[in-house]
Structure formats: structure tokens, C-alpha cells
């Protein structure tokens, strides 16, 4: 019959497994790899602190690093045309480390702009002049949806009018 310990570190052995092979996917947040395990691995339950064990050892050799993860994921999702909200949320949900996405998201309101105006010229082409009020609307809800803010958005329009 196996003891209680050796039962705890064949399952340690099993959750590392699945980490290793997840994080050779693509970079994850802590958080989010921790819940994919959980899931995964429902006896987790019944040992506390093991996937938090797990992680750390992950830490330890430099396999999972939130620094990179969020650094490649607001890259990643800026090269998709999202905003700053939008990644914000997103990122809250996968990792704890709110002083990282902050330092990441962290550029001028008319960078995004620029941003938003790529955005907007991709999807609808070049359009200079002004538009009806229901087309600036229907742009400015497209906008608001990729996650830029209000003022961003204005500024977006700014720069595409002159």
C-alpha cells in the first residue's frame, strides 16, 4: 500500500508533467496555469499547497515567468488591435501581477491613439473627412469594443481627419 507521501509526490510528479508540457505550448500567468491544473487534477484538492509547489519550482527554473508572459501577451495583443482595457482585463484574469501590466501598458494616451487609428484604418480603409454621426457611432462602438478609451478614441479620429 503506498503511504501517504509517496502518493503526494507521484501526483507532484504528474502536475510538473502537465505544467512542463503546457508552458512548451506557449509562455502562461501563474494564475492561470495554476487553475489549468487544478482542473486537470481535481485530488489536487487533497494536498494544499502542492500546485503552489509545483509553480514554484517552475519559478526556480525559469520555466514560468509572468514578466514574459505579459510582456509577450501585450505585445501579441497589440499586434491584434486591442487597447489597453481590453488587455488589462484580460491579463487580470490570468496573473496576479498587477505592478507588471501596469509597467507594460504603461504608454502615452496618444500612442494608443496611433494605435486606435491603425485599428480603425484597417478595418474600414482610408476615410478622410467626417463622417455621419450613425458611421462615427458604429467606429467609435468597434473602438470601445478592442478596449480603447474614450479619449483615445477621439484622438483616433483627430488624427484620421487631418
Known amino acids: 500500500m503506498q503511504s501517504k507521501q509517496d502518493e503526494r509526490q507521484e ?15 506557449r509562455e502562461h500567468g501563474r494564475k492561470e496555469l495554476a487553475n489549468k491544473l487544478i482542473q486537470k487534477f481535481a485530488e489536487v484538492e487533497n494536498h494544499p499547497g502542492l500546485v503552489d ?7 526556480e527554473n525559469n520555466w514560468l515567468s509572468d514578466e514574459r ?53 484597417k478595418k474600414y480603409g482610408e476615410s478622410s473627412g467626417s463622417l455621419e454621426r450613425k458611421e462615427q457611432a458604429k467606429r467609435m462602438r468597434f473602438l470601445q469594443s478592442r478596449g480603447f478609451s474614450q479619449s483615445q478614441i477621439w484622438k483616433a479620429f483627430y488624427y484620421i481627419q487631418n
Do not use: N
Open 11 to 25: 501526483l507532484a510528479l504528474q502536475v510538473e508533467s502537465r505544467a512542463v508540457y503546457l508552458l512548451s505550448m
Open 53 to 59: 509547489f509545483v509553480l514554484d519550482k517552475c519559478v
Open 69 to 121: 508572459y505579459i510582456e509577450a501577451y501585450v505585445r501579441q495583443s497589440m499586434e491584434k488591435g486591442q487597447g489597453p482595457y481590453k488587455i488589462r482585463q484580460t491579463l487580470r484574469q490570468r496573473t496576479s501581477r498587477e505592478d507588471l501590466v501596469e509597467a507594460h501598458l504603461a504608454m502615452e494616451d496618444s500612442d494608443w491613439a496611433d494605435l486606435a487609428k491603425e485599428v480603425l484604418q
